[in-house]
């Protein structure tokens, strides 16, 4: 299979990492599994890596990716939301590094009859686990008007969010909204083209998937429990491509980076919070070279943050 999807922010990723040898590392959203062959390919065989997806497609392809490599590979199709469960059932206690390149890959958007692109016209679907019922037909379809608005509104900072919203409603009273096509049809119709926003039905597909794979309200729980998995010293590195997914990466950072939080005003401390992590500088970009070749990196944030152990803690 060719899945045709590029790496964002290799080099930093691997730096950010720190990859050792004998090393146990976890890339929770492996895709083809191209971050995972340039981590695996570091690793001795002593040397683990575990991957975590939750769409069929990327698992075959990163199977076959990875089945050439030292190290020991132990692929699992699940959400990241299990991964303590994941890790568990695999025998793996602590981590010296972690990674979410979060998102969709290009084999999703490039593969039409995934549904998730408004540049090719196919069933409304944009489900990453095509286990899961709810799809974007369900949504654009049984959602009511209010509801729909606030999504577009929510998860895709859409500022013509209510017209669209009224707009999808209209046209479904005729007969429902079956494709990718027709849908973003209706965006164009209803929003004007602005000369550098890009293609006007981006920001409400962008904010259908999100809802139809429930990105947002997963993601801090899993961030934390990444980091409870980590060794001292071990590294958390995240990348995200919307600002919505990295202020929820770095206010749960922020978070866990927190020493005492007890109100300004008490004396002493009687909160006893110790920070877990340490955040690794601030967020990193990729370089201009980088979104010339492969502009999916364009809108691309790398955090990182470093476990504390118990002497800073
Ligand atoms: C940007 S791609 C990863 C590409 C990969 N890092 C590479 O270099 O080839 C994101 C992947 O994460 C998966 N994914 C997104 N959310 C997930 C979740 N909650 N659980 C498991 N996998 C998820 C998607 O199915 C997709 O394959
Ligand atoms: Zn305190």
Redesign the pocket.
């Known amino acids: 299979m060719n899945?045709g999807?590029?790496?964002?922010m290799?080099g930093e990723v691997l730096d950010a990492l720190d990859v050792k040898a004998h090393g146990k590392y976890l890339?929770?959203?492996?895709?083809?599994?191209?971050?995972?062959?340039?981590i695996a390919q570091r690793l001795d065989g002593d040397g683990l890596i575990v991957g975590?997806?939750?769409?069929d497609?990327?698992i075959h392809?990163?199977e076959e990716?990875l089945s050439d490599v030292t190290c020991t590979v132990k692929i699992v199709?699940?959400?990241?939301?299990?991964l303590d469960k994941i890790l568990d059932d695999l025998n793996v206690d602590k981590l010296d590094g972690i990674?979410?390149?979060?998102?969709?890959?290009?084999?999703?958007i490039d593969t039409a009859s995934r549904g998730f692109s408004y540049m090719k016209d196919s069933p409304l679907d944009m489900r990453?686990?095509r286990r899961q019922s709810l799809t974007a037909f369900d949504v654009v379809n049984t959602y009511d008007e209010a509801r729909l608005a606030k999504i577009f509104h929510d998860y895709g900072e859409e500022r013509f969010s209510k017209r669209i919203a009224a707009a999808v409603c209209r046209t479904r009273k005729t007969s429902p909204i079956e494709t990718t096509g027709q849908l973003a049809r209706i965006i164009e119709q209803t929003v004007p083209r602005t000369k550098n926003g890009g293609h006007p039905a981006k920001r409400v597909f962008q904010a259908v998937r999100i809802e139809v794979?429930?990105?947002l309200e997963?993601?801090s729980d899993?961030l934390k429990s990444a980091i409870g998995r980590l060794k001292v010293g071990g590294r958390l590195a995240v990348?995200t491509?919307h600002s919505l997914e990295d202020r929820i990466v770095k206010d749960t950072f922020k978070r866990a980076a927190q020493g005492c939080i007890c109100p300004k005003n008490f004396p002493v401390c009687v909160c006893n919070h110790k920070p877990e992590v340490k955040l690794c500088g601030k967020a990193q970009l990729p370089t201009p070279d980088e979104v010339n070749g492969n502009s999916?990196a364009s809108s691309a944030k790398l955090r990182v943050v470093e476990k504390l152990g118990g002497a800073s803690q």
């Open positions: 899945f999807h590029v790496s964002v290799l890339d929770c959203t492996l895709g083809g599994g191209g971050h995972a062959k340039a975590i997806d939750r769409d497609d990327a392809a990163a990716n199709r699940g959400n990241f939301t299990e990674l979410f390149d979060l998102g969709v890959s290009s084999h999703q990453m686990d794979n429930g990105e997963i993601l899993a990348i491509f999916r």
